[in-house]
């Protein structure tokens, strides 16, 4: 067994974002076994939490391990705090609240119908094509008609967010001084004048629909209601938080179904499996990694923290934490416990975590019927990124000849 | 057997209601509550997958 400090060593200017990164998963096994708080001296600084117990623990403490800051590397001036997630209770939980109503798996299941559908028309077009690289073709833009879907901006919008969005997950948290730049003081603004516009149009309208932005024209926090400005940061979170996220998550998925074929079927003669078979995915796949600033000295295993450090989350560690999970490392669409921090935990659990499971169901539900057989073009194309946000930059995906053939004879004039 | 949802601790994941339907209701606002406090020996598989489910260790099932 490797010791403290050989871990600690590898993992001393260990960044998640740094390009090319390897899968981190052998590592974070090394962290949880044996460095359970670690030191990174990347991007100022950070000490890297990997137990399931010690994360949910942060994550819960809210008073202790503040939202100031939600992610490695931190960035100092983001045009103003994103609402809710940069607050901290109280406050946090008040501009929550104006919202919840909106993203229960109840309001959720209005968008599923339209969702669906607009996703049968992105998978036909694909395999249209007879395959190809399936994140730019259905991962990206499912989730993003989706979020103008649910949050009921027009669809014309779709590739023009998509161009902003490219340049934030790209830059934003790239550690790279004038990409962040570029980020922060080109795109930002160009994305809250948007958002400002279709805001102040919905305010406008006469008969406006029972939507997302209907609430946020509306809302009121603490007797008064919502600044132009705290109308945009909510926005600026929705967009943010349910883009690349479900495509990140999506893309796990798909290259994991691609290259297991047994569990494929397995899903395809049993679609009830489905739902177990996404949270299974969120607690092996969990793609985001959280951050938080520590706000009073503390102690984690035995470990002290200081005041002002900041803190890296690993939940994706937190999934595969032997601990909590027996056989912590297969994927098991039968498994009885499949809690897992996929969402996070806390006051700040994913709000959008409802609509990102519908969206995921309703993908595997949707390929099980489209495109129950393929594989990938060529595994050594496919690469990911980590960051804060991990992904699949490629998933290049073949098409059996003979299912091509059924499709379009089933769709054929 | 008694089984109860610490309001505090919950923060509507809804693992409860989506996993155990029978024993959890939602919210307007997506958080958990249960149908009954009061839970049979037969109900008890199913009160226990519910503990188990959720993230928050909000849910307590108790003799």
Partial sequence: MTGTEDVQAEVKDFFMGTPGLEDPHPLMGKLRAACPVAHSEAMGGYKILSRYLDIVAALQDYSTFSNCVIAIPPIEDLRGKIIPLNYDPPEHTEYRQVFAAYFTPRAVAKVEADARARLRTLLENFLAKGGGDFVPHVLVPFPCVTFLLMLGLPLADLDQLLEWKDVLVRDLLSGIPERVNEAVNVVLPKIENYFAQRVTEREQDPNPPDDVLTALSRADFRGRPFTLVEKIQTLMLFFQAGLDTVTGQLGFIVEHLATNPGQRRLLHDNPSLIPNAVEEYLRYFSIVTLARKVMVDTEVAGVPIKAGELVQLLTQSAGRDESQYPNAGEIDFERKNFKHLGFGAGPHRCIGSHLARMEMRVALEEMNEAMPDYALADPASVTHHWGAVAGVDRLDLTIPASKRDDHHHKDGP | ?63
């Fill in chain 2, 1 to 63: 057997m008694k089984l109860e949802i610490d309001p505090a601790a919950c923060t509507g994941h809804g693992r409860c209601y989506s996993v155990v339907p029978e024993l959890f209701d939602a919210t307007d606002d997506g958080y958990g509550i249960v149908r009954a406090e009061t839970v049979t020996e037969a109900q008890r598989a199913d009160a226990e997958r519910a503990v188990d489910s959720c993230p928050e260790q909000a849910i307590s099932l108790k003799p």
